[in-house]
């Protein structure tokens, strides 16, 4: 079955059918997306982790389709209908929905006008009527009225020709339309643009029809998918009568009826499914690109920080970390109005620093932020020390979290708050995986669309982004380390208990002596796991345990140890790859270890770079059209991106704003986090609207 599966995938994805079937044994034994994408290359043939997951998925709808097909064949010769052309029928069906089109003659339902004619004896006169052999309508016009008709309607919204072809005119002429429900135009104020609204399903972007759907589901709003009526009452009789034409007005008002009160509504729900599927789809792309680009942020690195928590009246909260993110001292200072106490709190933070010599101060970007950062930048330090605002989205989530309780058992939200804000400088990605992804605010519509199919791409996501930069072993959260390819929260659970226990790891094979950790979880994890004081240079690298040999040889035959082999360009551009490949080992995984040794353990984001808002504005009623600000993407969506230019307000660049040339897509010209020069077009302060530019001319 799965030669099968690799053949239909092949074609499907245009990949040779022995990489597939290589993938699906892979996916099989369970290796993870991002193990087969690092280290089975060879089996493969380099396929990437967007390939691998794009046959991964569609080999799951596959086995999907194939278990409704073995379910319908069963209860088909439960009923005794199972036929030579039923079995072919069922076997050449490749979607889901030519599967229950084939299906639903046969399929148990309640009590149908149709099954009440049936019940009458009016079947036989129905099929007659069908096929123009009943001579005398006249004489039969008492049965029709009893409900051959009906039967005929039934007959006509269960074939399968029929159906294919009118799904085929849905997909191609409907028109998706909504309108404002009747004296709902107060609460629908939001959904104004769509009061009226019609245009073709294929030309509608994915956000306007995730934008009315909600409307609908609140409410406020009808919505439609449909082709023009008559065309489809066409479409109906052309594929069940084809060239037949002598087919009486009872049976075209039975072709009527049949796409008014069945065929419609079915095809209709179909559609608008698919319409959801689709911008679903595309609603949950966007957001795992912005969750990648905003996971793979920049770090500052190892460094000990003060982190505020701005705060007005309550007060800013104040946190000292340790180089490794440990929380060292906490306190509450009262610098912005109301209370003002300026020099009070300069002095708390000076005597912080004599004290602890934190080397950046990290400043959240919520209410206050901004008058936090003018006051920090305003101390005299000895030293320059960078400030730095932080996006503090979903800290508040992670400060009443479990896992924040279990971090900070003895301190309340408001210093877990700040130990958050601080630890994202130092490294985002080990920070944000704490946090459900939809409470980050990079989504777009990320409530609206399919949860299922939403938590597993982003899952998708944020193993990837984990995997790709490694986890340093001995100081990552279990959260960070559940994330790592092969590991799962118990198996993270049992890692930080160990260390607890026994101590740093000295060494990837110490993995092994960890509870529930078999043999399988260290071959799919250890090559993501690091352990940067290990005696074997190696276990702080990229490169797997299971080529730790090859190494070695490659170093004793260069007749040098591996520490010099990792230091020495000159070493390594002497070995020829070609002498160590084996069964197993082929020259992309030897390149790799050569890349590795170059650079072991590469972070692969960006080197960070400090970041300074204008200082001339600070709210919305400081922004002038005209001015040219320094801004961070922090959204992208289907219509534009969402810019911060440290107003506590985002504006929007519209797409047609983005650059002087066209733009199709927005992730083609910005990413979420990416540094931009705008221009303001208009501030609205009543509805809170900033409009921005990124165009030059």
Known sequence: MEINYASKISKELNIPQNQIKNTIELLDADSTVPFIARYRKEVTGGLDEVQIIAIRDLLQTLKDLDKRSQAIIKSLK???????????????????????DIYLPYKPKRRTRASIAREKGLDSLAHLLLTGKYRSIDDAAVFINQGASDIIAEILNEDSKVRENLRLHFKRNSIFSSKLIKKKEKEAEKYKDYFDWSENINKAPSHRILAVLRGVNEGLLNAHFLPDEDESIIIVKRSYFHNMTNVHSVVEEAVKDSYKRLLSSSLENEIKQEMKKRADEKAISIFSDNLKELLLTAPLGRKSILALDPGLRTGTKVVVLDKQGKLLANTVIYPLAPHNKVAESEGILKKLYDKYHYEAIAVGNGTGGREAESFCRTIP?????????????????????????????????????????????????????KIDPKSIGVGQYQHDVDQKLLKSALDDRVSSCVNAVGVELNTASAKLLSYVSGCNSRIAGNIVAHRDVNGPFQSRAELKKVKGLGPKVFEQAAGFLRISQAKNALDASAVHPESYGTVKLMAQNMNCSISDLMKDASIRKKIDLKEYITEKTGLPTLNDILDELAQPGRDPRESFEAFSFDETVSVPEDLLEGMILPGIVTNVTAFGAFVDVGVHQDGLVHISQLSDSYVSDPNEVVKAGQKVSVTVLNVDIQRKRISLSMKES
């Open 78 to 100: 439960e009923m005794d209908k199972y036929t030579d052309d039923l079995a072919r029928a069922i076997a050449s069906a490749d979607t889901m929905a030519k599967l229950e």
């Open 381 to 433: 330090f000895e030293k320059n020390m960078p400030v730095i605002m932080v996006n503090e989205s979903g800290a508040s989530i992670y400060s009443a979290s479990q896992i924040a309780r279990e971090e900070f058992p003895d301190y309340d939200i408001t210093v877990r708050g700040a130990v958050s804000i601080g630890r994202r400088l130092m490294d985002p990605l080990a920070e944000l995986v």
